[in-house]
């Protein structure tokens, strides 16, 4: 047994240092041969960027660290001096995830997260069709304002007891598989649908913001985002809800014994403390200035930006006391809670807005976005649906966020050469990045309830193709007939 052990450790070693190799021959490669015949300045962004795309996409090394490359390779090589390439990893975009980052943590903290979603299962009924309804709500809602990844970690542990608690009452063995089936995808498909809602939802909608913020110096307002993205969203979470209940039906019924269990539990939680108050108080007051900034702005008293409101959400969680009878003086927030922040997915950001703005600037961007011209048809139609279908697809192979940061220059090169509004291409490549559903690696959330055991790869290639063709349809019809009424440049 500890031979086969010792094999197997050898075999992932050498995985992985093949994985190293290959950028590194892929750099070197692209370094020596200059196969595009390239300016030299323009070659070296090439295989900076061949060597960090390859690894993101192989994973050869964690995504925050091969975000860092830049920083190393630019001034090493001459593209950039440091300052110049560092500039970006302090985007105001980065800020706005990290007001956002920083609510959820106090959401998350003091339990309302699951306040929200037993309320919501307790109001949807508990046959197994209902509280499937009801686990696709809460998570939906949650995930419009949390990251989908961390909007998936926190309802995970539920669905896994409910999931317990339904199988332990019912004798139907393909009822409690199916119903446990349906639960987990659920929680991971509602996560990526509700996160496409809001421009903090979902890490490559944040990514795209950033994109463009820097080349166009404008903010994608939070209220516009929503006007074209949440219709989408609520469409695909209900959708969602009947493509599994028909193609995975659970014909588990109400159950007198469960109903109890989710008031016993509400119960257990007790009235709503001060904290969990104080926090939806600030998560609101977050929420409403992110709505209605652009009518506050007209007033012409002060100019905020969403990066500007988040930040000033994260830093009522650190001033508000919690009010808590053992510690009347302690915040909602500690800095020590910030340990569990997700940093990495910040200097990814970082990374990306670097090599973008370094692609773009060599003019190798222009030069792809010159190629698919020439191939592009006429009609803004078919060229929406072109880059949602690509973008979709790639995404089940490809990080999401890795997917945005390197095709959001391309499609926005590609929209000014036909002289259309750049979010007719960039919204629906963000957007479908998000709606992977057909593989684990697709996204996070399907990583982590592929884990669960529940589920087999040929069921979540059959939900996800379904949703997948849903998610194409409902994506191109929003960006075609809502983008040029709600965002412009």
């Known amino acids: 047994m500890e031979e086969v052990q010792t094999l197997k450790t050898k075999f992932r070693s050498r995985i992985e240092l093949f994985k190293m190799a290959l950028g590194l021959i892929m750099f070197s490669m692209v370094l020596i041969v200059n196969p595009f015949g390239m300016a030299p300045m323009a070659n070296k962004v090439l295989a900076v960027a061949a060597l960090m795309i390859c690894w993101w996409i192989t994973e050869a090394l964690p995504m925050p660290v091969v975000a860092l490359l830049p920083l190393l390779f630019f001034p090493l090589m001459g593209i950039s001096s440091f300052s110049e390439t560092a500039a970006p990893y302090a985007n105001e975009v980065i800020y706005l995830f990290m007001g956002g980052f920083i609510i959820g943590m106090g959401i998350e903290k003091w339990g309302l997260h699951k306040r929200i979603a037993l309320k919501i299962v307790s109001l949807t009924g508990t046959s197994g069709n209902k509280i499937l309804l009801g686990f696709i709500i809460s998570t939906g809602f949650i995930s419009m304002w949390l990251s989908n990844t961390a909007t998936t970690m926190m309802m995970y542990p539920i669905a896994i007891s409910v999931i317990a608690v339904v199988i332990d009452m019912n004798e139907q063995q393909q009822s409690k598989k199916n119903f446990a089936l349906t639960m987990m995808i659920a929680i991971a498909y509602a996560s990526n649908f509700g996160g496409i809602a809001t421009i903090i939802g979902t890490p490559p909608n944040v990514a795209y913001a950033s994109y463009i913020s820097k080349k166009y110096l404008v903010d994608i307002s939070f209220f516009d985002w929503m006007v074209v993205a949440m219709p989408v969203s609520i469409i695909l979470l209900l959708l969602l809800y009947v493509v599994l209940i028909f193609v995975f039906p659970n014909r588990i019924k109400k159950n007198h014994a469960f109903e ?132 979709i697809f790639l995404s089940e192979v490809m990080s999401n966020v890795a997917q945005v940061i390197v095709f959001a220059p391309v499609v926005t090169v590609l929209a000014e050469i036909m002289h259309v509004n750049p979010f007719l291409f960039g919204m629906p490549m963000a957007l479908a990045a998000s709606c992977a559903s057909m593989l684990p690696m697709g996204t996070p959330p399907n990583a982590i309830v592929f884990s669960s055991g529940h589920i087999k790869i040929s069921e979540m290639v059959k939900a996800g193709f379904v949703m997948n063709l849903i998610s194409i349809i409902l994506i191109v019809l929003a960006i075609y007939y809502l983008v040029p009424f709600a965002i412009h440049l």
Not at 329 to 340: A, G, I, P, R, S
């Open 260 to 391: 109890e269990m989710i008031q016993r539990d509400l119960r257990d939680l007790g009235p709503m403390s001060k904290p969990e108050k104080r926090v939806m108080v600030v998560f609101l007051l977050t929420a409403f200035l992110w709505i209605t900034r652009s009518l506050i702005n007209q007033l012409n008293i002060v100019k905020l930006d969403d990066s500007m409101i988040a930040i000033f959400g994260a830093l009522m969680m650190f001033i508000v006391p919690s009010g808590t009878a053992e510690a009347r003086n302690e915040k909602l927030l500690v800095w020590n809670d910030t340990q569990k922040m997700a940093w990495g997915i910040l200097l990814l950001f970082g990374g990306g807005i670097t090599l973008a703005g370094a692609l773009e600037k060599s003019g190798i961007i222009q030069m792809i976005g010159n190629g698919m011209s020439q191939s592009a048809t006429s009609s803004i139609l078919w060229m929406i649906i072109l880059v949602t279908v690509i973008s």
